[in-house]
C-alpha cells in the first residue's frame, strides 16, 4: 500500500485538493501499478509563517 505525503502551504481550495489527490494517485497507479484503491495520499497543510524562504516566513513575503 502506498503512502504519499505531501507537505503544502495553506490556501488551497477543497477542489484543488481534491485534484491533487486524484493526480498523484493516477501518478502512482501508472508508475507502480499500484492498484488505485490501496494507494493512500495524505496533504498536510501549514500556515505561511510556519514556512520559511530564505530565512522569512512565506506569509511575511507574500506568497
Do not use: Y
Request: cysteine-free; glycine content about 8%; overall charge negative.
Amino acid at each position: 500500500m502506498p503512502i504519499i505525503q505531501v507537505n503544502l502551504m495553506e490556501g488551497r481550495s477543497d477542489e484543488q485538493k481534491e485534484a491533487l489527490i486524484h493526480e498523484i494517485t493516477e501518478a502512482v497507479h501508472l508508475a507502480i501499478e499500484a492498484p488505485r484503491e490501496s494507494v493512500r495520499v495524505l496533504l498536510n497543510e501549514m500556515p505561511k509563517q510556519h514556512f520559511g524562504i530564505g530565512g522569512q516566513s512565506a506569509r511575511k513575503l507574500g506568497r
